[in-house]
């Protein structure tokens, strides 16, 4: 099945700064790679996703990028902020419904002010 | 509209006492996945469905029943609680049909003593 590893576990940035967290996937048939934050107390939210006919993927702040020959993919945080503070996941999947998600062990980030 | 709602929020339980997690969305969604969240170690997928009367088993199934009678509920069935089963539980949801987003709940913090 599919393995997902996460890097690091743990990340401290000053505000302002950026942030990159890494996954590395094992199963070459994964084509579609989310990224999940998760505030205390509450359930994972969806902030960012690609799929693999896809290289990179921006969103104001957050951008994805995908590796698929080295399969691994990264999530970049640029001009990091207070409520930029989290647990983030990431994820694979070969698509839809089948097996659902496979995900990392998170990274918690606090952004320093 | 609530989106996914899970009950109860927190629960104690006996070792060999035997409970039932509720949860329930109202965005008309095909597919509906359990995970369990333990410290470093991600969420792991313990039973999903593709649809009514349609449920199969993921990475963590052993201990935990479950049912798909309708589009709206997917509960979430120990029998036989027991210490290792300490966690907290998300539902989430997902449109199928190519459309690879999660929706999680809000979680179940499950205490077993």
């Known amino acids: 099945g599919e393995n997902v590893e996460q890097h690091p576990s743990t990340l401290s940035v000053q505000e302002g700064d950026s942030a990159v967290i890494k996954c590395t996937y094992s199963?070459?048939?994964?084509?579609?790679f989310p990224w999940y934050k998760q505030e205390l107390g509450k359930g994972p939210q969806l902030i960012i996703d690609i799929r693999s006919n896809v290289g990179e993927k921006k969103d104001q702040r957050i951008a994805v990028t995908l590796n698929k020959t080295a399969k691994h993919f990264s999530l970049h945080i640029t001009e990091t902020q207070p409520e930029d503070s989290a647990v983030y996941f990431c994820?694979?999947?070969?698509?839809?419904?089948?097996?659902?998600?496979?995900f990392g062990s998170g990274t918690r980030l606090q952004v320093q002010p | 509209n609530a989106g996914v709602t899970q009950t109860p929020k927190f629960q104690v339980l006996k070792t060999g006492q035997s409970m039932t997690l509720q949860c329930a969305q109202d965005m008309n969604h095909e597919y509906m996945s359990w995970y369990r969240q333990d410290p470093g170690m991600g969420l792991r997928l313990i039973h999903y469905?593709?649809?009514?009367?349609?449920?199969d088993q993921g990475e963590v199934p052993n201990g935990y029943n479950v049912s798909r009678s309708t589009t709206e509920d997917f509960p979430l069935r120990l029998l036989s609680a027991a210490p290792s089963q300490t966690s907290v539980y998300f539902c989430?949801?997902?449109?199928?049909?190519?459309?690879?987003?999660?929706?999680f709940g809000s979680g179940t913090r499950l205490t077993v003593v």
């Open positions: 994820a694979a999947s070969r698509g839809p419904g089948r097996r659902a998600l496979t």
């Open positions: 199963d070459s048939a994964s084509n579609y």
């Open positions: 469905s593709v649809g009514a009367g349609i449920t």
């Open positions: 989430a949801v997902n449109p199928g049909g190519g459309n690879y987003g999660y929706t």
